[in-house]
């Protein structure tokens, strides 16, 4: 049960990694973002081109940090640490419930805009199936 605990959490890591290589790597805001924005990127003012950038590098580096603490708890996960379940879900818990409401809250001003919410809730499901099993493995 622990293997499968720690695939998934590694699943979801990667995920976190994607994501946050993707924010991180964007000159642009997303898809999504100008739809909600009813504007395309050239529209916008070059002072709100710059916070719309910083916002998304903190974004980025937030997917990117928890993908890489998922990644060394599984490490003390296989090696029999008994709270790093808990601290999976508490650190998950922090970076994704906010994700989670921006991007609802997003798509409920403008639903047109494809905002990955999808994504978001597979990562959570993988997390807390993942640390689930660790806990009664």
Excluded at 51 to 80: H, P
Aim: proline share 5%; charged share 10%.
């Amino acid at each position: 049960m622990l293997n499968a605990a720690n695939a998934l959490l590694v699943i979801a890591a990667l995920l976190g990694l994607v994501f946050g290589g993707r924010y991180l790597s964007a000159r642009t805001f997303m898809p999504y973002q100008a739809t909600a924005a009813g504007k395309c990127w050239s529209e916008l003012d070059p002072g709100i081109q710059a916070v719309i950038v910083a916002m998304l590098r903190i974004v980025g580096g937030a997917f990117a940090g928890l993908g890489v603490t998922i990644l060394w708890l599984c490490f003390a996960l296989y090696e029999g640490a008994r709270r790093a379940p808990w601290a999976i879900l508490m650190i998950s818990a922090v970076m994704l419930a906010p994700a989670l409401y921006g991007v609802l809250k997003l798509r409920s001003f403008e639903p047109k805009a494809r905002t990955p919410v999808g994504p978001t809730l597979v990562a959570m499901g993988l997390i807390a199936i993942g640390a689930c099993l660790a806990m009664f493995a």
